[in-house]
């Protein structure tokens, strides 16, 4: 016969097990807190990665493969010339403050991005778009003024997403979309949370609680993972903790890669900067190896222009400029700053700014470049260096995809002006076939080599650590986005 105090033990770890495999809460580290929550009206990757595919969805997604797949459009059509596509739209959407998705919706979203007064940090993506119109609650019409190979894949990004007339002059404190998590509140300083909301048009989330909590000090982001104060960090920012995470069996860590191409950003516009020879100078004077190893514990693949190594019509251009100190030296000299140049260099909170920082302001010291490092912000940077150009060096990781266009546009914070690159970039815009694309691509990346835009440094890694009971967590980000909606416990 059973005894009681065996029913009574089978009992209680029956219950245990499953109050473990019903968990349904999660609490997500990122290192970098947004400055407001409108992916549709900032550049910071920060919105993105918390409101992305989450709280927001466009008329199409990019998965954790990269490819397009439907959202919000359930389907579409192409026409023959390549300028007409029609968009069949869900039914039964509804945003979380109640009103319903429809046609009206969509045209209200992409005509307000295109818009002369647009506030949309990459109007570049709807400059194709001659007229949007809707066919019916459920139908959209949208006409190009021209092919656009990538069109597809540019409604994908975060700065697309379907926002509501009703909403979106408020969604930058109070965010309302269509995603299976709704927003709950903004705690600043310390975290967003989300909740799972019960109408969502699609498939449930396993997770019903999501917190994003805020940790820009890599000691503390490790600390967090290891006490259990944070169940993943996506990219933790603390690369020499990965070996004792990997050490630990309570973990999964997965090295992946980004679209994020870590750049010294440097000011084209201002003297002794706008000197192709200045910049060659410093592409000369950078190790990358050294930077990579001593900011980034090894962890990230140099480049030598801005385009990601996994790419397909990639170009290993690293052996533009070797490391080559005594050239930096005579190109400085034959600028004319033989007896050195002193500039500064803003740093944004990321370790992998403010570490490379130190290694490269001591690689430059050594070829006669003194540079004064200033810490900044988040906020600060995106005032300072990106909006109003006032800086002369900083490094930043520009993680949108393929996103090398920026370099020819007129007001962007570089300052760069190549009528031959941007002549690339036009063709390139009206050009769908992938092979001419590719040759494109690798034509853009050869100009921005030889004109030593930036100092180009590394591809960032994505150092993924989390709780290993989770799945569902993305190894790689080919969209900047922390896509929780196919995460969940397992035992």
Aim: hydrophobic share 45%.
């Amino acid at each position: 016969m059973i005894s009681r105090i065996a029913l009574a033990t089978t009992a209680a770890l029956a219950l245990t097990a499953a109050a473990h495999a019903q968990r349904t809460d999660l609490t997500l580290g990122m290192v970098l807190e947004p400055p407001h929550l409108d992916p549709t009206a900032g550049a910071a990757a920060a919105i993105d990665e918390v409101l992305y595919a989450n709280v927001f969805e466009g008329l199409t997604r990019i998965g954790h493969d990269g490819a397009v797949h439907p959202a919000l459009a359930q389907s579409w059509t192409i026409s023959d010339n390549g300028l007409d596509y029609t968009f069949t739209l869900r039914q039964g959407v509804q945003f979380h403050d109640g009103t319903t998705f429809e046609a009206s919706d969509v045209v209200f979203t992409l005509d307000r991005a295109r818009a002369e007064d647009s506030t949309n940090a990459q109007t570049a993506l709807f400059a194709p778009i001659e007229t949007v119109e809707a066919l019916d609650d459920l139908t959209v019409r949208v006409t190009l003024s021209r092919p656009a190979g990538d069109f597809l894949y540019n409604l994908g990004w975060g700065d697309a997403v379907i926002v509501a007339p009703e909403s979106a002059d408020t969604n930058k404190e109070n965010p309302v979309g269509t995603g299976p998590f709704r927003f709950v509140n903004w705690q600043k300083g310390a975290a967003v949370n989300l909740a799972r909301t019960d109408a969502y048009w699609g498939e449930a989330p396993a997770l019903e609680t999501v917190q994003i909590r805020f940790i820009p000090d890599p000691a503390a982001a490790s600390a967090a993972l290891l006490a259990g104060d944070v169940h993943a960090f996506p990219n933790l920012p603390a690369p020499e903790s990965l070996p004792q995470f990997q050490a630990d069996p309570r973990f999964e860590v997965a090295v992946g890669s980004t679209e994020g191409e870590t750049v010294l950003s440097t000011n084209n516009q201002r003297p002794p900067f706008d000197d192709i020879r200045v910049r060659r100078a410093i592409a000369h004077a950078i190790d990358r190896q050294a930077i990579i190893d001593g900011a980034m514990f090894g962890f990230g693949t140099p480049i030598g222009s801005h385009f990601a190594p996994h790419h397909p019509a990639y170009v290993d251009l690293t052996d533009t400029y070797r490391h080559d100190p005594d050239m930096a030296r005579a190109l400085l000299a034959e600028a004319g700053f033989a007896d050195g140049i002193s500039a500064t260099l803003k740093l944004p909170p990321p370790s992998y700014a403010r570490r490379s920082g130190e290694v490269i302001a001591a690689q430059l010291r050594a070829v006669g470049i003194d540079l004064q490092i200033i810490p900044v912000e988040w906020a600060q940077w995106l005032e300072q260096v990106f909006t109003n150009a006032d800086y002369d060096l900083s490094i930043v990781s520009h993680t949108e995809p393929n996103d090398i266009g920026i370099y020819a546009r007129e007001d962007y914070y570089f300052g760069y002006d190549n009528a031959e690159f941007d002549a690339v970039i036009d063709q390139l815009s009206v050009t769908a076939e992938e092979a001419d694309r590719y040759a494109l691509f690798r034509k853009a990346q050869e100009i921005l080599a030889r004109d030593a835009v930036n100092g180009f440094l590394f591809q960032l890694p994505k150092n993924g650590v989390w709780d290993a009971r989770l799945e569902g967590l993305w190894e790689n980000s080919p969209v900047q986005a922390n896509d929780v909606t196919k995460v969940r416990w397992v035992e």
